[in-house]
């Protein structure tokens, strides 16, 4: 079993950033891909990043050149730097980490593994 916390959530203004931290613990060394995904009220939940063991990573459009996607293999902790925030990134964002085949942000349904949520508010 795997257990995903994330933390860094919070209030900024547009133009502001923030830093999102995802800690996970348990069985760890299943999670071949993790990620990163948000849900505004009303709208469906949409991933926005992802990344495997070897680094390969994918962006959603809406945060391409935005926001990067890390992760400390050694401290099992993955990272979303979140830079030039717009109102329209306001949410409740998660990560997430599925154990095996392709990883990508648009493949919601592979990722078993989920956290709580953190909350993002961007002012205007």
């Known amino acids: 079993q795997v257990q995903l916390v994330e933390s860094g959530g919070g209030s900024v203004q547009a133009g502001g950033s923030l830093r999102l931290s995802c800690a996970a613990f348990?069985?760890?060394?299943?999670?071949?891909?993790m990620g990163w995904f948000r849900q505004a009220p009303g709208k469906e939940r949409e991933g926005i990043a992802a990344?495997?063991?070897?680094?390969?990573?994918s962006y959603a459009d809406s945060v391409r050149g935005r926001f990067t996607i890390s992760q400390d293999n050694a401290k099992n902790t993955l990272f979303l730097q979140m830079n030039s925030l717009k109102p329209e990134d306001t949410a409740m964002y998660y990560c997430a980490a599925h154990g095996g085949g392709y990883c990508n942000h648009r493949r919601t349904a592979d990722f078993g593994y989920w956290g709580q949520g953190t909350q993002v508010t961007v002012s205007s």
């Open positions: 990344i495997e063991g070897a680094g390969y990573t």
């Open positions: 348990g069985y760890t060394y299943s999670m071949y891909c």
